[in-house]
């Protein structure tokens, strides 16, 4: 079968960019490199089954990361820009070296491959602290209209195995004992040639490309409502719903905990109090917290005081300068908080198997807002809002006991 689906792919590669448009949708590209946002640009990246290397070379161009791509397509490779290495192997045992890569990606691959040995080929290949995103084509959004959907893969790619739902897939990452950060399904809208859908570069028979063509002729107009399949103008419109999980490489035994330091940075302007709150406006591992109120933050790094990553934090999200502290007590190492301290507002907020230690300080700060450095919206914010803003708006958990013991403080 392998073999079988070499040549298939062999034939695919020449127009393989032209006729796969729908690898290449804005959105999808985003949320499978959103854990990207957290690495230099020196991290090293794998695309595991990566064809033309469309998606790495996309990053490439934007961050300069190094990327390797894996396919087992050699014609695939040949189409792969120089600037991204490539490797022709199955994706069932690659021939590099263990922990290799900080990030991996594999997108619409597990259906042709042993999905057990893939998985712990990732797992064998990702570093310590790396990320790894896969991403499924899943039947999570065709219910009602499942066995239409089947037949239709089935004509299309018989090669393929089925995958399922986007429960089957999490089930089978979980066996690997990798540590599921976020599980999410997004639907993509597309539309594509109706020749092109058809044929697939030769490798659809024409009695299958018939019997497809009387499908999409005869679709009765509810199941068109509802699985976006339709002609216009010659070309197909369809949905399609991706299973899209992020993962790290390991499910710690033991607890982890990260420091985190937030800051409540304030100012006195005619005779009222402000303090800097912001938006998140990226998602990564925590999609939920989208648009949600925050403090200016960041973990601690390796080496770091508390007050050398409130300043690096808060300059690298606002662009504003620390430069002291309003608390009585100077505070330097993990070492000198005391969780009852009554000048330190701490937390500690355990959420989907990640624990933080939150260490609130209260700072000063000059210069203005650079926005947009990391997506956030920093913003003064006057105290006497805060309560009834807690109230009513979302906030990230981890700041909300801060920001009431911070209101209890200033009275």
Known sequence: MM???????????????SYTKWLKDEELFRLCTLPLRDYPNNAKCLDIGGGTGWLAYKDYKESGRKWTVVDISEDMGNIVPNEIEFI???????????????FIIIRSVLEY???????????RLLKEEGYFVLAQKVMDGYITDINLILKL??????????????????????????????????TQNYSISYDKWLKRNGT????????????INNLEVDVSSRTGLKLIDNNLHSKLTWGIITCHKNSYVNPRINIVVSMIVEKT????????????????????YYNVWELPQGKVEKDETIFETAKRELFEETGLNLFGSLLPNSIETINDITLNQSDVLTTVFAKGGMNYLGVCVLVKAEGEFETGIQDTEPQWVEVGSLKNKLENERFFPLNIPMIKKYIEYVG
């Open 3 to 17: 073999n079988d689906i070499k040549k298939q792919f062999q034939k695919r590669a020449s127009d393989y960019n």
């Open 88 to 102: 022709c192997s199955k994706a069932e045992s690659i021939p590099l070296p263990d922990e290799s890569f900080d």
């Open 113 to 123: 491959t042993e999905v057990d040995k893939v998985l712990l080929e990732v797992k």
């Open 153 to 186: 893969e089935q004509l299309r790619n018989p090669l393929k195995k089925n995958l399922g739902f986007m429960s089957n897939i999490n089930k089978s990452v979980s066996k690997t004992n990798l540590r599921i950060l976020n599980s999410r399904t997004y």
């Open 204 to 215: 659809i028979p024409e009695a299958n490309q018939k019997e497809l063509e009387n499908i």
């Open 269 to 288: 302007l005619n005779d009222k109090k402000y303090i800097v709150l912001q938006k998140r406006k990226y998602l990564y591992t925590e999609p939920h």
